[in-house]
Each structure stands twice: as structure tokens, then as C-alpha cells.
């Protein structure tokens, strides 16, 4: 197959589809703003599913390396009261249904699994345009230019790709995190090391809370999650770390010197990460050679599926193109004629899921859940 596949962003569903096309002998290059693949962070934990996430990784040959990386032991899961005094929790089981895993480690084994070459890094895009016959041209702000057959947007929230299909814009959901990190916990946070065990621990009230992770290399991760107006967080100066610190953790007076400590005594300075979203039922009508996956055609509220749908969405579009080797079109549009649903349908159960965790209930709704699990103990 003589078509050349563009795809920008290289996050975990965009390296998904440029592995499933080498494995299947089709040339794609993947374009990436970030200057190297350490570049920073790629965030905390993800509980891979096996329907979606961990298939898209069995698609793509790399099962073996996948659990390789698996944080066992992670799965354990706590629930606490403002005071700090556990109400319900859950042991690691073993299972590998839905095990943790740093988003980091996933990406570098999509990316060692690459032709050497295959990212083209420090490639922001400018623009993206259509030059006939289905064919994009893509300028990058170093200067330099790309004409694809095929054109992906796999770029995220913001997608500059996504104009060339849809007018959707993201709009502000209501809610925002704050990422934090303590290191060394063992040693430098005992109560707190404590306090969280071994998996992930929820501390939530209406509209309100902390959800940390312990990971791997004595690492605990919290986002601390805020329903409050975007303006609420315009008045916070996040690049003065200690006011930051201190204007968020005000919002948890009273709670567990252990549970403020998640924010106060952060290493690194507190991240906001508003959160915005999509239609529910966002789609487009099929445009000729260019297509988009993962949050840049469904972004919506995190419900624990955006990168196991953006991996499938990858590793299915990819499939697509290679079953269709002589018509893009139709690859294409089959691709959309089942991302389209499932999409909806989860941005229908994340929508759910965050009024189940964080709603008038709270923290009703997770116990519930929980403590109907086996092998929760109250």
C-alpha cells in the first residue's frame, strides 16, 4: 500500500495506530510537538481494560511487554472520611482485568516498538489544510511541511485537526483537577504513605476530593478534584507554589492533617488541569482523508475509559486501513461507523460515573460500589 498516513500527536492512541500500521507494512510518520520523548511527564496510573485498552496492546503484539510493566499490587483501593478513618476498601486481587500502570511506561513500550524514525519530534502544528483528492498539507512551526493521503488527528483536547471536520468546540465541564506528587514517601511521608496503602485511596464529599495513587518508585500521586467556575481557578496564581498550595488545601479545612498534606507538601509545584469536553454524541460527516481518535474526536469527563478508547480507537483505525488497502474512504468511514457509538455511549457512562463519585451523595456512591466487590472489607 503506496499511502502515506500523517498522524499528529504521539500519545498512546496516535502510537497505537502507527504500530498497528507497521505491523501491517503501511508507512506512517507520527508528528509530535514535544521536543524529545522525555519531555515531561505523561501523567500517573491507568487501570487498562481488557476489552478496550489491554486489546488494543494484544492488536498491537505487545501483551508481553504490556504486563511487564503492570504495578503489581496497585489494585488495592481505600475509601476514607474527611478525618482520615478508612470506611470501606478493596485488596489487590491479583487480576488482571483491569491491573494499574504508569501512562509513561505504556508509551514507551508503543514507542520501542517503532521503526527508528517513525516520530518526527519538536513538530508543532500550524495548520492543516486540504490540497485536493483527499490530500492534506500539514505546516509545523519549524517551517517544515508534510502532504499525507491520510491525515489523523490524534491530538488531543485541542485539536487543530478536528476544524478540518467539525465546529465542535470543548467547553469547561464544571471541573478541574490539581496534580500533585509526593516522593519518597516511605521515608520523607510515613502518615501519608500510611494513610493511602498500597493502591489508591478516595477522600470525597460533594463536588469535592482527593483521589492519590501509590506508585511505583515510593511515589503518591493526587489529583485533587474541585467542581468550582473556571474564574474560581483565574484567581489562583499557580505559578506562586506555596499561595497555590495554601488556596487549594483552604478548600479542605478541617480534614486530616494527612489529606492536606497530599496538597500541601507536594514536590513539585501543583498542576491545574481543567477539564473540558466534547458533545456527547459528537460525530461529523466523512470528510476525504482525514479522520481523528482518542480525545480529539471525544473528549469528554474522566470516567476511566479516555485512553483505553483512544488506544482502540488507534489500533481499530488501523486495522481499518490495512482491510482496505485500495480504498481509504471506506476504510476510513468504517473506522467512524463504530467509534462513533462507543464513544457516545461512554462519554454517556463517564458523565455517570462522575455524579455517582462526586455527587450530592458522595461519598455514598463509591462505597456502594466497593463494598459491593469481593473481597472488600468495612
Not at 506528587?181 to 469535592?208: E, F, M, Q, S
Amino acid at each position: 500500500m503506496a499511502t502515506s498516513v500523517s498522524i499528529i500527536g504521539a500519545g498512546l492512541g496516535g502510537l497505537t495506530l502507527a504500530r498497528i500500521l507497521h505491523l501491517r507494512g503501511i508507512h506512517a510518520t507520527v508528528y509530535e510537538a514535544e521536543r524529545s520523548a522525555g519531555a515531561r511527564t505523561q501523567g500517573g496510573q491507568l487501570d487498562l481494560h481488557e476489552e478496550d485498552g489491554q486489546l488494543a496492546l494484544e492488536m498491537a503484539g505487545l501483551t508481553d511487554e504490556y504486563r511487564s510493566i503492570i504495578h503489581r499490587g496497585g489494585g488495592a483501593r481505600r475509601v476514607v472520611d474527611e478525618r482520615g478513618r478508612v470506611v470501606v476498601e478493596r485488596p489487590d486481587d491479583g487480576s488482571l482485568e483491569r491491573p494499574e500502570t504508569l501512562r509513561g511506561d505504556i508509551r514507551r513500550i508503543l514507542l520501542a516498538s517503532l521503526p527508528p524514525g517513525t516520530v518526527r519530534w519538536g513538530r508543532r502544528l500550524v495548520s492543516a489544510t486540504a490540497v485536493g483528492d483527499g490530500r492534506h498539507r500539514v505546516a509545523f512551526a519549524d517551517g517544515t511541511s508534510a502532504v499525507s493521503d491520510v491525515l489523523v488527528g490524534a491530538d488531543g483536547v485541542w485539536s487543530k485537526v478536528r476544524a478540518l471536520v467539525s465546529d465542535a468546540r470543548p467547553v469547561y465541564s464544571g471541573m478541574s483537577y490539581v496534580d500533585a506528587c509526593l516522593h519518597d514517601v516511605d521515608t520523607a511521608h510515613p502518615r501519608v504513605a500510611g494513610l493511602v496503602g498500597n493502591g489508591a485511596l478516595y477522600a470525597l464529599v460533594p463536588g469535592k476530593g482527593f483521589l492519590a495513587h501509590r506508585e511505583a518508585g515510593d511515589v503518591i500521586h493526587t489529583y485533587v478534584v474541585l467542581h468550582r467556575p473556571a474564574e474560581w481557578f483565574d484567581g489562583i496564581d499557580f505559578t506562586d507554589v506555596p499561595a497555590a498550595k495554601a488556596r487549594v488545601a483552604a478548600e479542605f479545612d478541617g480534614w486530616a492533617p494527612e489529606l492536606r498534606a497530599l496538597i500541601t507538601d507536594g514536590d513539585s509545584a501543583p498542576v491545574l488541569r481543567s477539564i473540558h469536553e466534547l458533545p456527547d454524541d459528537h460525530r461529523w460527516s466523512r470528510v476525504p482523508g482525514v479522520t481523528l481518535l482518542g480525545d480529539a474526536a471525544h473528549a469528554t469527563v474522566p470516567g476511566g475509559d479516555g485512553a483505553n478508547l483512544a488506544m482502540l480507537d488507534g489500533a481499530e483505525l488501523g486495522e481499518a486501513l490495512a482491510a482496505h488497502p485500495d480504498d481509504t474512504e471506506k476504510a476510513l468511514a468504517a473506522y467512524e461507523s463504530r467509534m462513533f457509538p462507543r464513544s457516545h455511549k461512554a462519554a454517556a457512562a463517564a458523565h455517570r460515573t462522575v455524579d455517582l463519585v462526586f455527587g450530592a451523595d458522595a461519598p455514598a456512591g463509591v462505597i456502594g460500589l466497593f463494598s459491593q466487590e469481593r473481597g472488600a472489607s468495612a
